[in-house]
Nanobody
Framework: QVQLVESGGGLVQPGGSLRLSCAAS????????MGWYRQAPGKERELVAT???????GYADSVKGRFAISRDNAGNTLFLAMNSLKPEDTALYYC???????????????WGQGTQVTVSS
């Protein structure tokens, strides 16, 4: 089994910053792609940012220039630095990882439980 545990969410004023973390553990052979998604009340889950094992990154247009995704050297911990936060960034943020649990296995998606980010004055 693979577990993803997010942390770092909270309440912040508009214009503020937060840094989210996601620690992956369990039966991990290799993690290919990792990403952050978010879901606001009444809305569908949307992609925020992704990072590949080769460190290539991608961002939703709504967060470009404000958010930065990164991974640690071991590749099993994911981060999201969020700056210039806006009320519309309020959502439950989920970590996602494409994980192969043994050599030759196809990567499968795993999800964390989510961490709440609320941007409000």
């Amino acid at each position: 089994q693979v577990q993803l545990v997010e942390s770092g969410g909270g309440l912040v004023q508009p214009g503020g910053s937060l840094r989210l973390s996601c620690a992956a553990s369990g039966s991990i052979f290799i993690i290919s792609r990792m990403g952050w998604y978010r879901q606001a009340p009444g809305k569908e889950r949307e992609l925020v940012a992704t990072i590949s094992s080769g460190e290539g990154t991608g961002y939703a247009d709504s967060v470009k220039g404000r958010f930065a995704i990164s991974r640690d050297n071991a590749g099993n911990t994911l981060f999201l630095a969020m700056n210039s936060l806006k009320p519309e960034d309020t959502a439950l943020y989920y970590c996602n990882a494409e994980v192969s649990t043994y050599w030759g296995s196809a990567p499968r998606p795993y999800w964390g439980q989510g961490t709440q980010v609320t941007v409000s004055s």
